[in-house]
């Protein structure tokens, strides 16, 4: 979401959103619905429209630039004589290989027209970003790619949200709920079912009434030519740690992205414990094959363990709770 505010008055406000966001509380705005997480033609046009935008301010106006996590896809403009297939397909290639959203934002700054603040840029104004950050270190720079960061004199930019501060916000909650809150100093990054088992073998250890919570995002590194269903890397994660639960007791796992939405799937997440893999059993369904074909949505809505929120409209990366019972 970009403001443009020149002077101290507020004369326009161009918003981009996710296709099925609502327009709530955005009156007088203009609202362009936009593709994630892969853009697509509506991302390049609300790319030009931002660089509209921009251009309109001059040297005595002040934009105000709300940047989050997302913003790579949302807009989203190819480098002269690139192709937003060539770019889409570059960016897929490393996601799929597992690499880091820092790697991938790189990657995606030297495609772009309008990112490592190649967007601020197009403007003479003085710019302040504020950012909800989804990535390790929360270095404005990386988040959403950095459209608006250009390190001009005068430039503002300072990280409002993080999920650090989800975390500790979740401790707080857990404590006024009777819990004993552990915050794992350690940020999650890696293959994400093997990050889920590495988690629930930590949380094997809590004693009763403990809380483990983690944050961070880890990948799913997909193998040329294996199928694909509808997935993403917290119920990786979440399948991860059932297996690992396997056979105990009163230990539960959940694993959560803060928007709501987990790569391809409808959920925002998914809930695990030590009798997941023996109900599924009972229904016919293979954790191994459901893996192997990043089809976990299928798995653990066959279950009722899916966890759906719809868009949260904030996007801190993702969380991981677990619990053991008293």
């Not at 030519?225 to 639960?245: I, K, V, W, Y």
Request: aromatic letters at 4%; a positive charge; charged letters at 25%.
């Amino acid at each position: 979401m970009i403001l443009g505010l020149p002077g101290d008055v507020r004369t326009g406000a161009l918003v981009v959103l996710p296709r099925g966001y609502s327009e709530r509380g955005l009156k007088g705005c203009e609202v362009l619905y936009s593709a994630h997480p892969e853009p697509d033609a509506s991302s390049l046009a609300a790319a030009r429209r931002a660089i509209a935008f921009f251009e309109s301010y001059g040297r005595e106006d002040l934009v105000l630039c709300l940047i989050s996590g997302g913003t790579s896809s949302l807009v989203a403009l190819p480098r002269p004589g690139l192709s937003l297939e060539q770019k889409r397909r570059e960016v897929r290639r490393l996601m799929r290989s597992g690499a880091s959203i820092v790697e991938i934002n790189r990657l995606r700054k030297k495609l772009s027209a309008v990112k490592g603040g190649k967007l601020g840029r197009r403007t003479r104004a003085r710019l302040a970003t504020l950012v909800l950050s989804d990535v390790p270190g929360d270095d404005p720079a990386l988040v959403g790619s950095g459209p608006t960061i250009r390190n001009r004199p005068g430039d503002l930019a300072f990280v409002v949200g993080s999920n650090r501060g989800g975390l500790e916000a979740a401790a707080g909650e857990a404590a006024d709920l009777g819990l004993a809150p552990r915050i794992l100093r350690r940020r999650l990054s890696g293959e994400a079912r093997e990050q889920g088992a590495r988690f629930a073998w930590s949380a094997r250890r809590l004693e009763p009434g403990e809380a483990l919570l983690a944050g961070g995002e880890t990948t799913v590194a997909i193998a040329k030519g294996s199928l694909r269903g509808r997935g993403g890397r917290n119920l990786e994660f979440a399948l991860g740690a059932a297996a690992e639960l396997a056979g105990t007791e009163g230990i539960a796992v959940l694993s959560a992205g803060s928007d709501g939405i987990d790569g391809t799937s409808r959920a925002a997440g998914a809930v695990a414990d030590g009798k997941t893999l023996g109900r599924a059993r009972r229904l016919d369904l293979d954790p191994e094959a459901a893996l192997s074909r990043h089809d976990t949505e299928r798995f653990f809505a066959a279950l009722g363990d899916l966890v759906v929120t719809g868009p949260t409209g904030t996007n801190v990366c993702d969380w991981a709770f677990a619990l053991r019972r008293l």
